[in-house]
């Protein structure tokens, strides 16, 4: 999977850089550099995922996050929750968020992907 979460077009990301960067560095398997990359490995029910990113900023937020490797749906909705700074369900954050994905080329919603995710259909790819 490869992908790029975006604001919607007339929103910024509500998270400023170092909030998110903060918040990262607090997770188990999570190895964040101060240049926005990370790393971010974990287990579940036994099965190895990995998922390397970037976080890119301008003026004070967050521009744009990418996402390459293998998500699970839970650790999807742990991103998207903690770049929105709102435990809100994840039904909202497609009025929030736009997913590119870079591997299909093409835009998907935050609740696609998590159904993509639920059901196995994710692209396993770069």
């Known amino acids: 999977m490869f992908l790029r979460v975006y604001a919607r077009e007339d929103r910024r990301l509500p998270k400023s850089f170092e909030s998110f960067v903060a918040a990262l560095n607090d997770w188990p ?21 990995q998922v390397d990113g970037m976080v890119y900023d301008r003026d004070g937020a967050i521009e744009y996050l990418e996402l390459k490797g293998d998500l699970t749906p839970d650790s ?4 998207l929750q903690t ?3 709102d435990p809100t369900a994840p039904s909202a954050w497609d009025d929030l968020f736009r997913i590119h994905d870079v591997s299909r080329q093409t835009w998907k919603k935050p609740s696609g992907i998590l159904e993509e995710l639920r059901v196995g259909g994710g692209d396993d790819g770069d």
């Open 29 to 49: 398997g999570m190895f964040v550099e101060m240049d926005g990359s990370f790393v971010w490995a974990m287990r579940v029910d036994g099965l190895r995922y």
């Open 76 to 79: 999807w909705i742990q991103l």
């Open 83 to 85: 770049l929105a700074d």
